[in-house]
């Protein structure tokens, strides 16, 4: 069965860089782009980005660009988030979240189980 | 980028009411529009893809149509389970946008 499954909860301090891990079971890792979801305590789905896990070319959201980076290692089936600079405003849970399609019609079927980040002086 | 709106923000509704969410692009969208739920503390869920389209193993009591700019997400009798929170989002932008979510609370 299709599994994404996240590393585990991180506390930073302001200025910090942190990278979460999304590994991939179940499936062919390179046929399914991967999308990176954020979530602000009591705040909604905020939609970040994807990346192209066939030829890792990556693409973000407005306000997700310079400090966010997106990249793969598909030996082992996994993508991965770096955030450099870290703000109190980024605390939030990340998701992983595969990028499914059917005929031209594309949603998100997957998603792994959210990583905490938390940044905190 | 593609605006989503949704409305109410949230409603207090009680088990085997019919409830209605609205979703609305700033641009036509076609019927690039998914729905998702969302419960406290975990992952969201798809329910319907392509505007109308049910998620396999999604009860049927769960309904959306629409296409354009305005989409409608249906739940036919409410159930306790379905009590949480519901986003729409657009996938006919190469940069997808969810709406800011819909709480379906307990009256």
């Known amino acids: 069965q299709v599994q994404l499954v996240q590393s585990g909860s991180e506390l930073k301090k302001p200025g910090a860089s942190v990278k979460v891990s999304c590994k991939a079971s179940?499936?062919?890792?390179?046929?399914?782009?991967m999308n990176w979801v954020r979530q602000a305590p009591g705040q909604g789905l905020e939609w970040m980005g994807w990346?192209?896990?066939?030829?890792?070319?990556?693409t973000y959201a407005q306000g997700f660009t310079g400090r966010f980076v997106f990249s793969l290692d598909t030996s082992v089936s996994t993508a991965y988030l770096q955030i450099s600079s870290l703000k109190a405003e980024d605390t939030a849970v990340y998701y992983c979240?595969?990028?499914?399609?059917?005929?031209?019609?594309?949603?998100?079927?997957?998603w792994g189980q959210g990583t905490l980040v938390t940044v905190s002086s | 980028d593609i605006q989503m709106t949704q409305s109410p923000s949230s409603l207090s509704t009680s088990v085997g009411d019919r409830v209605t969410i609205t979703c609305r692009a700033s641009?036509?969208?076609?019927?690039?529009l998914n729905w998702y739920q969302q419960k406290p503390g975990k992952a969201p869920k798809l329910l319907i893809y392509?505007?109308?389209s049910l998620q396999s193993g999604v009860p049927s009591r769960f309904s959306g149509s629409g296409s354009g700019t305005d989409f409608t997400l249906t739940i036919s009798s409410l159930q306790p389970e379905d009590f949480a929170t519901y986003y729409c989002?657009?996938?006919?932008?190469?940069?997808?946008?969810f709406g800011q979510g819909t709480k379906v609370e307990i009256k």
């Open positions: 179940g499936y062919t890792f390179t046929t399914y782009a």
């Open positions: 392509a505007a109308s």
């Open positions: 641009q036509s969208i076609s019927s690039y």
């Open positions: 989002q657009q996938s006919y932008s190469n940069l997808w946008t």
């Open positions: 979240a595969r990028l499914s399609y059917s005929t031209s019609w594309y949603y998100v079927d997957y």
């Open positions: 990346i192209n896990t066939n030829t890792g070319n990556p």
